[in-house]
């Protein structure tokens, strides 16, 4: 295994994260307020990280925080894309609320042939998806295998088994669960999957290292599907 990772993903909490790729590009997503909604969920400090680019998904105050400004990165919105350095950025129109209509972003990163969808607020598909119409609809926008998805498991709704249906169907290599409003939450979603294991149902490799950060090789392949759980944390 090389030395240095391609990607450095580094849980900021809720849908935050810095993506810190190997040609020096920072990327941060869904900067938001910590708690929102009085809900345990926070999103801690990217420290003395100066991220190129910070991609917002849509304007909710969990995804984005009012109260902060990124005068020096470049700021990604709605359909904004971006090519820098070998990494490309494109945005998927989703939505939260209706799978007839859309109201935010996904974003695939891609980069030396990594593949990593920060999925956003899709809990209209992901709620949905035991219907043939919406898994077509999730086949249209979502056509890729990724090497990790960033996994929404919560809203204001909740929707366990159906995030694991989701799962199932899309099929990604990794998934790291976030968007979610309790720890004791996203333990009810890992104690799924492993219920779902033991059945024999599925297989699901749950990795629960304690630590806020994952390394991203090249040609790092893994089977069944890894989900990774990790621990909110600022970045030091």
């Not at 894309?81 to 209706?98: D, F, H, K, V």
């Not at 099929?171 to 492993?194: C, E, G, N, Q, T």
């Amino acid at each position: 295994m090389p030395s240095q990772p391609v990607v450095r993903i580094h849980y900021l909490g809720h849908a935050s994260f810095l993506l810190q790729f190997d040609n020096g590009v920072c990327v941060l997503t869904d900067y938001g307020q910590s708690d929102s909604y009085g809900l345990e969920s926070p999103i801690y400090s990217f420290g003395g990280a100066e991220p190129d680019i910070v991609t917002f998904s849509h304007t909710h105050p969990d995804h984005r925080r009012p109260d902060v400004r990124f005068e020096q990165a470049r700021t990604l919105t709605d359909t904004d894309s971006l090519a820098l350095q070998g990494l490309q950025i494109i945005p998927i129109r989703t939505s939260e609320a209706s799978v007839n209509e859309v109201d935010n972003s996904s974003y695939l990163f891609s980069y030396k042939g990594l593949k990593i969808l920060h999925l956003a607020d899709a809990q209209a598909y992901i709620t949905a998806i035991a219907q043939d119409a919406v898994r077509q609809k999730v086949n249209e926008r979502y056509p890729d295998t990724y090497d990790v998805l960033l996994m929404t498991i919560e809203g204001v709704t909740q929707f366990i088994p159906q995030a694991e249906v989701f799962i199932d169907w899309l099929k990604p290599k990794r998934i790291v669960p976030m968007h979610y409003w309790s720890p004791a939450y996203k333990a009810d979603f890992l104690a799924y999957l492993k219920s779902q294991n033991q059945r024999g149902n599925k297989c699901y490799n749950i990795v629960e290292s304690g630590g806020a950060e994952y390394d991203l090789y090249a040609g790092d392949e893994v089977e069944p599907i890894q989900v990774i759980s990790l621990e909110p944390a600022p970045l030091l």
